[in-house]
């Protein structure tokens, strides 16, 4: 239904801004946290991943970005990447 989606989005919505991801200077910032181990772990932090979780999110988020063209992709890319692919991957981690 329609309200379910909205309501899906809604909650795509807090968990991008928890994360730091809604404007383009948080994106570019998680993309680079991205870069090393510590900064995923910093990130799925603020996102509010479990520690148990994260192994498993990370490799996801990696799979995802990597298959996404995320750092090719250009803006459109980044923007979905945050904004609805990397938010879904925390989703059904913290379900």
Do not use: W
């Amino acid at each position: 239904t329609s309200s379910a989606a909205a309501a899906a989005k809604a909650n795509l919505a807090v968990i991008s801004a928890k994360c730091g991801t809604v404007t383009a200077a948080g994106q570019i910032a998680a993309v680079k946290d991205m870069g090393s181990h510590a900064g995923r772990e910093a990130l799925l932090a603020r996102c509010g991943v479990p520690k148990s979780a994260r192994p498993e999110v990370e490799t996801r988020a990696l799979a995802a970005a990597e298959s996404g063209h995320l750092l090719k992709g250009g803006h459109a890319a980044r923007v979905t990447y945050f904004e609805v692919t990397l938010p879904r991957i925390i989703e059904a981690a913290q379900a």
